[in-house]
């Protein structure tokens, strides 16, 4: 699976991004996807999963309430909605794909991961 992410940008505080993810190679079918997000200095680190059905969404605290993940398979796509974003929102942002069904907030168990587009809030 090759994963490609795009939708990001310079926005300011408060404001709004929608990233996108697709594949391209094989389809998302039977696979969880995640968002995951880096900022200089720091380590890697989970935002949000969808399981491969799409019943179940997992996301890290500090996005819990402005942050939303979905997936359309037919198109092989998932998207991050981002809303009132804040400053320490900055980072890289890269989407991966697991067939795991479990732990999915693990960036260790996820076997596919896309380059990342870079998320930047001003203050």
């Known amino acids: 699976v090759q994963l490609q992410a795009s939708g990001g940008g310079l926005v300011q505080a408060g404001g709004s991004l929608r990233l996108s993810c697709a594949a391209s190679?094989?389809?998302?079918?039977?696979?969880?996807l995640g968002w995951f997000r880096q900022a200089p200095g720091k380590e890697r680190e989970f935002v949000a999963a969808i399981s491969w059905t799409g019943f179940r969404s997992y996301y890290t605290d500090p996005v819990k309430g402005r942050f939303t993940i979905s997936r359309d398979n037919a198109k092989n796509t998932v998207h991050l909605q981002m809303k009132s974003l804040i400053p320490e929102d900055t980072a890289a942002y890269s989407c991966a794909a697991t067939r795991a069904t479990e732990n999915l907030m693990d960036r260790y168990v996820y076997d596919y991961w896309g380059q990342g587009t870079q998320v930047t809030v001003s203050s």
């Open positions: 190679g094989r389809t998302f079918s039977g696979y969880a």
